[in-house]
């Protein structure tokens, strides 16, 4: 990236102005992996037609080649682009008592092309050369989207002091999100190319020896440099919609804080936040089949065992359209208590409770669901959702050992007992919610529709009450977190009635962490730390999501815990004990 910014500020009487502009050039530069001298595979020393005969060593020392695959690269994926952003800013001391953040910013990101125009995108206009049916891959240069210059952006902050104790906050902002490129290769179908050679089917011998080499590759590669697709199975060729009208997606976020110091040390703060974020970035497989597409049971059974067909491009599998599909919500309540460092003690806790939408995705990646035809029927708690977190630190100088309240002679004792630190964190949270699949049904439902199960009762009815693990060691003995009866199959080819995402909540955590510190001063210059830190105290197990695809012939481990989040380093991990020595001067 190249990066070229300038800001100003001026600060007159009751106000402080900020202004800048910057201007950013990436480039992207990305070379396939491609194998033009060929990957082999050897045999060719076993009986015709007869299993479990010949050695395959044998023929790679023989050079008999029964198969060999070549692959180029037409192109190197260069994508650029440019982003410009400007804003406008002032700092408000409105009042003694109110002040005002005004700022307004402008930002444009060029749309998306490559260097020399290698790019692919689908047309669903354009004929097919290969099969002369509506919808093609083609190869055009310039922008694949248009330009959006409208991505004007404001934000306001207040803050006001009722009294010296007492303090309203609240703000609102709007920010866009960059698009960039969602991963590498993007829209870059056709630009390599690779040959596989073997004997035809039912010819025993090999493809070629090594000594005679594998003769002309025989790629097949057109005038403008791509390479279309080869067969006739079209299942395994894509393709990529980047959407020609995209927006600009943006996040709104907005915030209202109230603060109050009830004692000298002591703070209080209780605050909502909010945030949307708005047209997402999200690609949808749009060639698939709608559920609506036939009522005959006959005709279903013929898409069942045959969909290709049947899809609005039946030369295509995937057609990945790359479009503003997403859209998130965020609300929570927040509180917070703050102790400022007295006596030793600093200890904040803050506690949240709140709820996370969106939809069928919980990035800006692919997206799936039940059938892009009602994607409506994906809009649920975000995968991440956490509906009530409480996080507590504490910290603690133990008033023994030298400047302290007792034990301050120094000595042996203070060596050993004095000048000790304790740090606590404690956590505690609801699980991220379970999405329930399913498996083992005995009905048939339209390839490229995806289905859950029915939930036939109320989720307290799902969650078994007074759960308890049984034996831990042993899978087959574990007792199930939920009650697979309470789910049902849809009939054939339908997903009336089917659950919705994340209706629950998964296993929920309960982490300590605590920590005893001291520094031991063995000369004027000289140090020693040392520190012992433990955690998950209690030794609380905090599992993993089960397994949540429900199959009524075999429920298997079906809401059985078979692993524990975390590890040994991280959030939620396992029992764990480090002591560290620290000799410094």
Not at 381 to 391: C, I
Request: with cysteine; net charge positive.
């Amino acid at each position: 990236n190249a990066v070229l910014q300038d800001n100003v500020t001026i600060i007159r009487p009751g106000h402080t102005f900020k202004a800048g502009w910057e201007v950013i050039r990436t480039r992207g530069n990305s070379m396939s992996e491609a194998l033009p001298s060929g990957d082999y595979y050897f045999g060719g020393t076993d009986m015709p037609f007869t299993p479990n005969t010949g050695n395959d060593f044998a023929g790679f020392l023989l050079g008999s080649v029964m198969r060999a695959g070549f692959s180029q690269v037409l192109a190197n994926w260069l994508p650029r682009w440019w982003m410009h952003s400007l804003y406008v800013q002032d700092d408000w001391r409105a009042t003694p008592n109110l002040t005002l953040n005004l700022g307004l910013r402008w930002s444009y990101e060029s749309p998306y092309q490559t260097k020399y125009g290698q790019q692919s995108q689908f047309d669903p206009t354009a004929t097919d050369p290969l099969t002369g049916l509506r919808g093609a891959i083609v190869h055009s240069p310039g922008s694949l989207d248009r330009r959006k210059l409208k991505n004007f952006q404001p934000r306001i902050g207040a803050a006001y002091k009722l009294t010296n104790k007492m303090v309203l906050r609240g703000g609102f902002g709007l920010n866009s999100i960059d698009i960039l490129r969602t991963g590498l290769l993007q829209n870059f179908e056709e630009y390599s190319t690779s040959v596989t050679k073997q004997a035809p089917s039912g010819d025993p011998r090999p493809a070629f020896y090594i000594s005679q080499g594998p003769g002309e590759i025989p790629y097949q590669i057109l005038p403008n440099g791509t390479s279309p697709f080869v067969g006739v199975n079209y299942s395994g060729r894509g393709a990529t919609w980047w959407d020609p009208k995209l927006s600009t997606p943006y996040a709104v976020n907005w915030n209202f804080t109230y603060q109050y110091q009830f004692l000298p040390t002591w703070l209080l703060e209780l605050s909502y936040q909010g945030s949307a974020g708005v047209k997402l970035l999200n690609a949808w497989n749009i060639n698939v089949i709608r559920p609506d597409i036939s009522t005959d049971r006959a005709v279903l059974d013929q898409i069942y065992l045959n969909s290709q067909p049947y899809r609005p491009y039946p030369q295509f599998g995937g057609v990945n359209l790359w479009s503003n599909f997403g859209h998130s919500s965020f609300h929570s309540g927040n509180v917070k208590v703050e102790k400022r460092l007295s006596s030793g003690l600093n200890m904040t806790s803050h506690y949240t409770w709140g709820k996370v939408m969106d939809e069928a995705a919980d990035n800006d990646g692919g997206a799936s669901g039940i059938t892009y035809y009602n994607r409506s029927l994906e809009k649920a708690r975000a995968g991440y959702d956490l509906s009530h977190r409480w996080v507590t630190y504490l910290t603690y100088e133990l008033p023994l050992g030298k400047g302290r309240k007792w034990m301050t002679r120094g000595g042996a004792i203070d060596y050993l007992l004095g000048g000790w630190n304790i740090s606590w964190v404690q956590t505690f949270q609801t699980g991220p919610p379970i999405n329930f699949g399913m498996a083992g049904s005995p009905n048939r439902y339209l390839p490229t529709v995806s289905s859950r199960p029915i939930q036939l009762l109320p989720n307290d009815q799902v969650i078994v009450k007074d759960w308890k693990i049984g034996d831990r060691f042993n899978n087959n003995l574990k007792n199930p977190m939920w009650n697979i009866n309470a789910f049902a199959y849809p009939a054939s080819y339908t997903f009336a009635g089917a659950v919705g995402r994340n209706t629950i909540d998964g296993p929920p955590m309960n982490w300590s962490q605590a920590s005893f510190a001291k520094n031991i001063k063995v000369l004027e210059d000289y140090n020693l730390d040392v520190r012992f830190d433990i955690q998950n105290v209690f030794k609380s197990p905090n599992f993993s999501r089960p397994n949540s695809a429900v199959n009524l012939i075999n429920p298997g481990t079906f809401g059985k815990p078979t692993g524990t989040v975390g590890g040994w380093c991280c959030l939620g991990g396992s029992f764990a004990g480090t002591l560290v020595v620290k000799f410094w001067f």
